[in-house]
């Protein structure tokens, strides 16, 4: 129901965008978010953009330099990642259906997950 795309091999400083599909169940009326999973570390929140209002949320070490976005109409929730870092490199999911009870940043807070798009940046 979530199909993340768009990850590669890219250099320090390039730009990626990634994009995730929904299907009409995972996108009607839900929230939207991405995390990623980098070499031997936990999956970490990256950023989320709610249903009602578009308010986003970023983590500290993505503000300014990732952007989240959402198309209802296409059913597709977009990260534009600029200024890319090596620290960047993981493999990046997204998610719907937050728990608006709630904090986004917690993995817990999502019902459904996609299966991850490998982004690796190379000093």
């Known amino acids: 129901q979530l199909q993340a795309s768009g990850g590669g091999l890219v250099q320090a400083g390039d730009s990626l965008r990634l994009s995730c599909a929904t299907s009409r169940r995972t996108s009607s009326g839900y929230s939207m978010g991405w995390f990623r999973q980098g070499p031997g570390k936990e999956r970490e929140f990256v950023a989320a953009v709610t249903w009602i209002g578009s308010r986003t949320y970023y983590a500290d070490s993505v503000k300014g330099r990732f952007t989240i976005s959402r198309d209802n109409a296409a059913k597709t929730v977009n990260l534009q990642m600029n200024s890319l870092r090596p620290e960047d490199t993981a493999v990046y999911y997204c998610?719907?259906?937050?728990?608006?009870?709630?904090?986004?940043?917690?993995?817990?807070?999502?019902?459904?997950w996609g299966q991850g798009t490998q982004v690796t940046v190379s000093s």
């Open positions: 998610a719907a259906q937050l728990d608006n009870s709630k904090s986004p940043m917690v993995e817990s807070a999502w019902g459904y």
